[in-house]
């Protein structure tokens, strides 16, 4: 009894860089940051040629987010310990293979078209069991993703089954 009880002091105890949580996000801040300090070394687009935001900015937008993200679950984690899992759940294995089904679909048939069905899918399999909200995420959510790009970026889709309409 004696023993169990200093165990549980000990893993109390551990400074706060010994655990999980913050090894984890330590190492998810650190390659976010290099990248974001790379990302400053880009060339500038000048004005005729830019079709949009400049190419560097999208980038750093981005790994700013990854980074205030990773501060606010590392935060969270403090509060909420991380529970330690023998095995995965399936749930994870079927994203990684909804994804991989992306890259398949979005490579030979519309990348518009993987959009969809990777949202569908990771939904689903997520808990989402109502098929009207399927649906809706799996048009509205593609729909989004292409507004940003084609507006906010001026980048455009790869050609594919459904891209064809609009750009034909």
């Given amino acids: 009894m004696n023993n169990v009880q200093n165990k549980k002091r000990a893993n109390k105890s551990l400074p706060f860089f010994f655990k999980d949580s913050f090894i984890v996000s330590f190492i998810i801040i650190f390659i976010s940051s290099i990248l974001l300090f790379i990302t400053f070394t880009f060339d500038i687009v000048p004005p005729i040629l830019n079709r949009g935001i400049q190419p560097a900015t999208f980038p750093k937008a981005l790994l700013v987010l990854i980074i ?31 994804f991989i089904l992306f890259i398949f679909i979005s490579k030979f048939l519309d990348f518009f078209l993987g959009i969809s069905v990777l949202s569908i899918l990771v939904s689903y399999f997520w808990g989402e069991k109502r098929l009207i909200y399927l649906i809706i995420v799996g048009m509205i959510f593609p729909i989004i993703v292409f ?22």
Avoid: A, V
């Fill in 68 to 98: 205030l993200l990773t501060f606010f679950i590392y935060y969270l984690s403090i509060n909420n310990p991380w529970k330690k899992e023998k095995k995965l759940p399936n749930s994870f294995y079927i994203t990684l293979f909804s």
């Fill in 147 to 168: 507004i940003f790009f084609e507006t906010i970026l001026g980048l455009r889709f790869p050609p594919g089954i459904i891209t064809n309409l609009y750009y034909g």
